[in-house]
């Protein structure tokens, strides 16, 4: 009978103690994915900040060389350092021929501005390039 019981008790406490295992690997695995919970939704393409903006489609008889400055620098502020993806920031509508291509292109605080529109079109396009953190000026 001693036996018996012994064995009882031994499955009694390998059963328990499996449980404290399964339930110790459960509570790493939740920590795991609460920790990491912001690169697991931007590797699923969940993040709803990326997914509020939209690209802006402005129109106006003309737009002066600061006023395309402006809309740079709100480009950069909307996406900058955090977007993983090319974004169309605005899309300028109407006459561009005051702007000066060449006066806008360099290096500013943290990105690049590549300009290589024509200012005699009446279409300005305003675009974020993940890869290198350039804001480009094309038509």
């Not at 919970?37 to 990326?50: F, H, K, P, R, V």
């Not at 109407?94 to 501005?113: F, R």
Request: charged share 20%; with cysteine; hydrophobic share 45%.
């Amino acid at each position: 009978m001693y036996y018996g019981e012994r064995m009882k008790g031994d499955l009694a406490l390998d059963t328990v103690v499996g449980w404290v295992i399964l339930l110790v690997v459960a509570g790493v695995v939740i920590g795991l994915i609460f920790s990491f919970s912001d690169q697991i939704a931007e590797m699923l393409n969940i993040n709803s900040e990326e997914k509020s903006h939209e690209a802006e489609y402005m129109t106006s008889a003309s737009f002066s060389e600061s006023q395309v400055r402006t809309y740079i620098e709100i480009c950069w502020s909307k996406t900058g350092e955090r977007f993983a993806k090319d974004f169309i920031c605005y899309t300028l509508d109407g006459d561009i021929s005051a702007v000066n291509p060449g006066a806008l292109a360099g290096a500013y605080d943290g990105y690049v501005v590549e300009s290589t529109f024509d200012n005699t079109k009446g279409i300005l396009i305003i675009r974020f390039e993940d890869i290198g953190n350039k804001i480009i000026l094309a038509n």
